[in-house]
């Protein structure tokens, strides 16, 4: 039985309309910021790494949804698990049963997990933070989180408060009782914990925003430091984790490392289906779940749902068949190679940093007259534009979508599905180098670009 509702004509009638209908109903910051920098394009369909406009073009995607799409888009194995999902008729969600689907996924997620023993399923990254934040808390009787300056953990209420980017934060005041430190500092870290009030640490192995990586032997030490002083490790491994760099988790590149907390989310969805997840320790779940009057002390309406289980354990399965994670260091090495060797040859590149699939580039201040001019020019207006100087022509001129790896920031933030290949890794570097070879020219679109930016930037004060 049908009521008449047919999405695809829904979507062939009025698809076209998608800008206005963003602009006049939900962020309308989002249409004009797309439009000012040319990103307003029209895509309508994608498979694996590439999408397709309009026109039937390709595009290459460097950027896989802010790290969502991991195995790509519309994998065939998720695709079909879903749709079997679907048809199976489940009594999805019904509150009073156990059904066989999320523990299944936990099972083999932790398979994944050494040390960790259970797991809650929410619906998001920054639920899987405040999870592990109030966990922490109840776990330790202690009220007080570390965070790292510049780290992102989620824009819910307790994650902004272990965000530490201001811009985030601002005008949402007040927030929970927590503390920055500097990524790699352990006297602070110390000092801190030393009050004696300290639930936790959170960190991102490789954070974010600038993809800077935690220095050797610091995730190790900080763990130390915090079990001597009763508190707890928390690994937001939402971006890093499930292959991302090179290992299923980000913090199993440095040994002895064994989070009490862990949260996963993006990958784990296939795409599809939002889901985010909790993993840590015996103790700490039977702390927090220490007898039936506290059943329900946590729980999510729609977590553990049937679709983003059977997205998971296909997810999984695929990445455990095909050999992801191994795939993506391997690939991650060579496109983090290739562009280490264009470091000497264009002023303006100053590093290259990352692991895996998660590559930062960095520009900076050139030491020649003339581009030293127009980065002064580029840094007055705002900071930031150069990186976005090169992002344009990478999807105007040559099809390929990146990210500015933060606001305020000269870095271009590499995080494609795991499943790009070598002919990926020539077309994104191929074009890379040609935009830097423009923008060292000192002039073509990149400049014309720029200056139209920098006229943007000074109207905006």
């Not at 006297?187 to 990586?213: C, M, N, S, T, Y």
């Not at 220490?290 to 998971?312: E, K």
Request: charged share 25%; glycine share 12%; aromatic share 8%.
């Amino acid at each position: 039985m049908t009521d008449g509702f047919d999405l695809r004509a829904l979507l062939a009638e009025r698809g076209g309309e998608r800008y206005e209908l963003h602009a006049r109903y939900l962020n309308p910051q989002l249409p004009r910021m797309l439009h000012t920098i040319g990103f307003d394009k029209v895509y309508e369909r994608a498979a694996g790494a590439h999408f397709w406009d309009a026109d039937g073009v390709d595009h290459l995607d460097m950027l896989a949804g802010f790290g969502v799409m991991g195995l790509g888009r519309h994998h065939p194995v998720v695709r079909k698990a879903l749709h079997d999902v679907l048809d199976a008729d489940l009594p999805d969600l019904t509150r009073f049963d156990c059904p066989p689907l999320p523990g299944l996924l936990a099972e083999r997620l932790l398979a994944h997990s050494p040390h960790l023993d259970r797991v809650f399923f929410g619906n998001s990254g920054t639920e899987a933070v405040e999870t592990a934040l109030k966990f922490a808390r109840y776990a330790t009787g202690r009220p007080r989180i570390v965070y790292c300056d510049h780290a992102f953990h989620g824009l819910t209420t307790g994650a902004l408060s272990v965000n530490g980017e201001k811009g985030f934060r601002a005008g949402f005041d007040p927030l929970l009782p927590d503390t920055p430190i500097a990524l790699g500092d352990l006297g602070a870290l110390e000092r801190e914990l030393r009050r004696g009030d300290v639930a936790a640490f959170v960190v991102e192995p490789i954070q974010g925003k600038g993809v800077h990586e935690a220095p050797p032997g610091f995730l190790a030490a900080a763990q130390e430091l915090l079990h001597r002083h009763g508190a707890l490790l928390i690994a937001d491994e939402v971006q890093t984790g499930l292959g991302r760099t090179g290992d299923f988790y980000a913090y199993q590149h440095e040994d002895g490392v064994e989070p009490d907390l862990v949260c996963v989310a993006k990958a784990l969805s296939g795409g599809y289906v939002p889901v985010g997840a909790t993993l840590g320790k015996e103790w700490i779940f039977k702390k927090v779940y220490s007898s039936m009057d506290r059943v329900l002390v946590h729980s999510a309406s729609f977590g553990s749902n049937a679709q983003a289980m059977a997205a998971g354990l296909a997810v999984l399965s695929v990445m455990e068949s095909e050999g992801t994670v191994a795939h993506a260091r391997r690939i991650g090495g060579l496109l983090k190679g290739r562009l280490e060797e264009l470091v000497p040859r264009y002023e303006l590149l100053h590093q290259i940093r990352g692991r895996g699939l998660m590559i930062g580039i960095e520009f900076g201040r050139p030491s020649s007259l003339g581009l030293r001019g127009r980065w002064t020019m580029l840094q007055t207006a705002r900071k930031g534009l150069f990186a976005q100087m090169v992002v344009a022509p990478l999807l105007q001129r040559h099809r390929i979508l990146t990210q500015v790896s933060g606001d305020h920031l000269e870095v271009i933030k590499l995080i494609p599905p795991l499943v790009i290949d070598e002919a990926d890794v020539d077309r994104f570097v191929t074009a890379f180098t040609a935009v830097m070879d423009d923008a060292h020219g000192g002039g073509g679109l990149v400049w014309d670009f720029g200056r139209t930016l920098v006229k943007q930037a000074v109207a905006q004060r």
